[in-house]
């Protein structure tokens, strides 16, 4: 299934099906056989609050000679001199918060379905207007010229960055005047792109400036903070420490040591370089914490920050937003529940680990005895598809995908797994083999499966939504007869998609169910839930380590009225 929300034409994402393509299993021909469902219908979706900036915090009167004489804004688009805040928000559209606390306008980007990362590079070519880098689940970055608050003209598109796992910008690097981009591998090692001026042709090849930068969950370009003129790089450990890379003006050693700045960080799940908003000449950065609220801390110019304000309430409703050091995440951000009698409900992450109040999308009774699976988003969007076993034959709602979907006892929909951007399938025969099914990117079809492995009997669940470890890559947790849970970590390989296994504990079979969510606290973590025998509902947010998973947190109860979660 693909859950609907209503909007513009083209940012609408609707309900389709997938199609298996040839060399996947021998599939049936087509019957006129009903669905084995009707069609769900999903409720509206719930208004969110509307975010607010509390310009008091972070702004000063407008003076010309002021704002020169600090980093120049990376995207003022209201023509203010302070840069204004694009973001995307859960529905998978982008907007722009304009820095005078004004109404959100939606901001269209061409040829982009999804704007995964949001990268505002500045004015490149010198007409004036800022150009922003948006980045896609496959690794497209495209270049949009001359922004307004609405959009911005496509001019160029750059391929195969999904190599990376992190793409932002620190600012003006070198010195030339134009803010230059940086990119981090899965392995750590970072490299910069320096600005050509030509937004045809924007990026010079890429130079390596380092290695173990991947010891970080955020780096954040802040553009100018110690004022050399030069941009500059703030780093979050996910322990929470934050450090200060000053530059030099050497682009092959752009950076000095790193100066350790503060610790307690950990409390925000995302932080974003947001140039000078006081216009004093040094450069600012915002932080969101899971309530919400967002804060700045001004730059002292010598790269330090001062303690925290207040600037903004309500923001859980964005996904992410541009200039975030974080690693984005897009496909899941909720699961199903059915409950004994066969009703389907959903509950939806608030970004803050915390879960909205259900909401029926079944008739009452509709799916008892079901097959279901609930897979990340096979179309590269925000929203995940409902699968359906019935017969032997796969359905999404009332498409017919084929038969021969018997010879399975289990489907996983993690994510992608085969590193080219696009969300795949697992499947597990009733041997205990795994087989791998690359997804195309459209939810349209997959390539020929992939033998993973044998002994997967083990396991009496098979679950993930995302990343757990920090590097971008998408993993799988998995439960054996003892209660003891397993980490998989992705490695972005089809023909070998997993490291080899590792325990994450025991006293797992304490839970009768166990869910993957995908992000419910907004900081691109993948995280899990789990119901224990009296219906209480724990919350493990993704660390983004090698541990994979907090402490728990009891989050609910009343679950024991459900038979399943998805």
């Not at 050399?228 to 040591?257: E, I």
């Not at 309430?313 to 964005?318: E, F, I, K, Q, R």
């Not at 970004?351 to 699976?373: D, F, P, V």
């Not at 002994?455 to 098979?462: S, V």
Request: aromatic letters at 10%; charged letters at 20%; proline letters at 4%.
């Amino acid at each position: 299934m693909r859950f609907a929300f209503s909007g513009r034409a083209g940012r609408v994402t609707t309900c389709t099906a997938l199609a298996l393509s040839s060399g996947m299993l021998t599939v049936s021909p087509a019957v006129a056989e009903p669905a084995p469902r009707p069609v769900l219908v999903p409720p509206p979706a719930a208004t969110s609050p509307v975010p607010t900036l509390d310009v008091g915090a972070s702004a000063a009167a407008f003076d010309a000679t002021a704002a020169t004489a600090g980093p120049a804004p990376r995207f003022d688009v209201s023509g203010d001199g302070k840069t204004d805040l694009i973001h995307r928000t859960r529905n998978g559209w982008t907007f722009v918060a304009p820095s005078s606390g004004g109404a959100h306008v939606e901001f269209t980007t061409a040829d982009s379905y999804l704007d995964l990362d949001l990268v505002p590079i500045g004015d490149q070519n010198g007409t004036g207007g800022p150009e922003v880098l948006s980045l896609s689940a496959n690794g497209a970055l495209r270049l949009y010229a001359d922004a307004s608050t609405a959009t911005g003209t496509l001019r160029w598109t750059g391929h195969g960055w999904n190599i990376y796992n992190k793409v932002f910008s620190p600012g003006d690097v070198d010195g030339d005047g134009r803010a230059d981009v940086m990119a981090r591998q899965y392995n750590g090692d970072l490299y910069l792109y320096r600005a050509t001026g030509t937004v045809t042709a924007p990026l010079a090849g890429r130079v390596k400036v380092g290695s173990g930068w991947g010891a970080y969950d955020q780096l954040v370009g802040l553009g100018d903070n110690d004022g050399d003129g030069r941009g500059d790089l703030l780093a979050r450990t996910p322990s929470g420490t934050v450090y200060f890379y000053g530059s030099t003006g050497d682009r092959r050693a752009p950076f000095r040591p790193r100066k350790a700045l503060a610790t307690g960080w950990q409390v925000y799940n995302q932080i974003l370089g947001v140039d000078d908003r006081n216009l004093d000449g040094h450069a600012d950065v915002f932080a969101r914490d899971p309530n919400g609220t967002l804060w700045v801390h001004h730059g002292r110019g010598n790269g330090t920050f001062a303690s925290r304000k207040q600037t903004g309430t309500a923001w859980n409703g964005v996904e992410q937003f541009g200039g975030a050091g974080n690693v984005p995440s897009a496909g899941k951000t909720l699961f199903i529940a059915r409950d004994k009698a066969g009703t389907l409900f959903w509950y939806r992450g608030l970004n803050n680990g915390g879960l909205a109040a259900r909401e029926q999308i079944s008739s009452i009774g509709g799916y008892a005895r079901s097959n279901l699976t609930l897979v990340h988003a096979l179309d590269g969007g925000t929203l995940p598809d409902l699968l359906e076993v019935y017969r032997g034959r796969l359905w999404n709602n009332d498409k017919d995908l084929g038969g021969g979907w018997q010879i399975y006892d289990r489907l996983v929909g993690p994510g992608d797994l085969s590193g080219d951007g696009k969300a795949d399938l697992l499947a597990r025969d009733t041997s205990g083999v795994l087989y791998l099914y690359r997804g195309n990117g459209a939810g349209t079809g997959f390539a020929s499966r992939v033998r993973v492995g044998g002994g997967w009997g083990a396991y009496d669940r098979i679950l993930g939504a995302g990343d757990y470890t920090g590097d971008g890559r998408t993993d799988v947790l998995a439960r054996d007869g003892s209660g003891t849970l397993f980490l998989y970590r992705g490695t972005g390989s089809a023909t070998a998609p997993f490291a080899s296994r590792r325990s994450i504990g025991g006293g797992w079979g304490a839970y009768t169910l166990l869910v993957a969510p995908g992000d419910i606290s907004g900081d691109g973590r993948a995280d899990l839930l789990g119901v224990n025998a009296a219906g209480d509902l724990y919350r493990y947010l993704g660390t983004g380590t090698d541990t994979a998973l907090g402490a728990r947190v009891k989050t609910g109860h009343g679950f024991q009225t459900y038979a399943d979660l998805y």
